[in-house]
């Protein structure tokens, strides 16, 4: 069995002893004499895989005692409708921040539901670097601030949590949750699809002020009401009872590392090796700003882009897979979540140097 370094931006790496317990435990979890997969949600095993996942999380992001954490389906996509729906609270105005795809798809569900302000966008740049504090020009008026504190597909990272005068702040962390600490008590709700650095596809998980929900709009359906998935635990409905498991399973690889800010300090290392070398290099090329590079999606170009095929072909061969950058951008992105170990990166810092080499 050979497996790849994988850099796909999602559904993504999963840590290899994450996998090994999963694999151990597939027919018969803790003698159970079933794979988690066939429980029930209500079961007291499944019961119990579901609160230690939670207190793992909860202990992981030090998330204080007045927010509630749900674990949802739907992805982030989902979000970007709940989020106005249960957030408005009788308003009729957001503040949205545009600094890449995903708030250009946030922004423009929320407008389904209403008027939403564009307190800073950076599309002028096409996207390249995160606004500052001062050019947010925040509305009176709104219910709350969304905004990506990673966007996966520009590659580009908010070097700051942005102040909102008091208004609760909302963040779609789908691809940065979990890379280092964060600060929960200055947001109001996080939002993030599981499949990148908390575990596989089909599950969301949502970290909500508890004073924010219970005031829905008319119209919300049930399964996005936060308060119902509050109440219920996140099961109003059957959960993604295995992803919920895979997720946990993380948690504790994240504990076994030393927690957030232990992979604080290799996700930093990892992006910086990468950046030094495209920095470095008249070949390879970085557009963002150095100080709003994500440390998690690194998008790359070539000097010259007929040599794109090759350079995905032979890293391929060389057991380096899905570089391939998303077709708004082009080019190349190495997404390096915290399961991509640092070999990985060294690996793909040699191909690229070799690379160079051959055919620059
Ligand atoms: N927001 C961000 C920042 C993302 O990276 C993604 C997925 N790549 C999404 C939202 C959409 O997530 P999902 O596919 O889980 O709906």
């Known amino acids: 069995m050979a497996r790849v370094y994988n850099f796909s931006a999602g559904p993504a790496m999963l840590p290899e002893p994450v996998l090994s317990q999963a694999r151990d435990e597939m027919l018969d979890w803790q003698g159970s004499g079933m794979c988690v997969a066939e429980m029930s949600h209500r ?81 002028d740049c096409k996207f390249t670097r995160a606004p500052t504090q001062e050019e947010l020009a925040l509305g009176a008026e709104a219910a709350y601030v969304h905004y990506t504190p990673n966007e996966t597909i520009e590659g580009v990272e908010f070097p700051y949590v942005p102040e909102t005068n008091g208004k609760p702040l909302v963040a779609d962390m789908s691809s940065t949750l979990l890379s280092r600490p964060v600060d929960v008590s200055k947001y109001g709700l996080i939002y993030a699809g599981a499949q990148k650095n908390i575990g596989p596809a089909g599950l969301t998980i949502v970290i909500v002020r508890e004073d924010l929900i219970g005031q829905p709009i008319a119209g919300t359906p049930t399964m996005l009401d936060y308060k119902v998935q509050a109440d219920g635990d996140s099961m109003y409905n059957t959960p993604p009872t295995y992803a919920w498991y895979l997720a946990g399973l993380v948690f504790q690889w994240l504990k076994d590392k030393g927690g957030l800010e232990a992979m604080a300090e290799i996700n930093a290392r990892k992006a910086k090796r990468l950046y030094d070398i495209i920095d470095a290099s008249a070949f390879y090329n970085n557009p963002v700003d150095p100080q709003a590079r994500s440390w998690m999606n690194v998008p790359f170009t070539l000097a010259n882009p007929e040599l794109d095929d090759r350079f995905l072909k032979e890293a391929k061969s060389a057991g380096l897979t899905t570089l ?34 051959t055919q620059g």
């Not at 202990?59 to 204080?64: A, F, R, S, T």
């Not at 503040?95 to 950076?122: H, P, Q």
């Not at 190495?334 to 160079?356: C, D, H, K, R, T």
């Open 43 to 123: 079961g007291k095993e499944f019961m119990s895989i579901a609160a230690q996942a939670e207190a793992d999380l909860r202990e992981l992001l030090k998330i204080p005692a007045n927010y509630k954490v749900l674990f949802l389906q739907g992805g982030a996509s989902t979000q970007f409708s709940a989020v106005p729906m249960n957030l408005l609270h009788g308003g009729g105005k957001a503040d949205y921040l545009n600094t890449g795809s995903w708030s250009k798809k946030a922004i423009a569900e929320a407008r389904r539901f209403c008027e939403v302000n564009v307190a800073a966008a950076t599309d």
């Open 324 to 357: 391939k950058g998303h077709r708004s951008v082009g080019g190349m992105r190495a997404s390096i979540y915290n399961a991509m170990p640092e070999e990985g990166v060294e690996a793909l810092v040699a191909f690229m140097q070799e690379f160079e080499r």
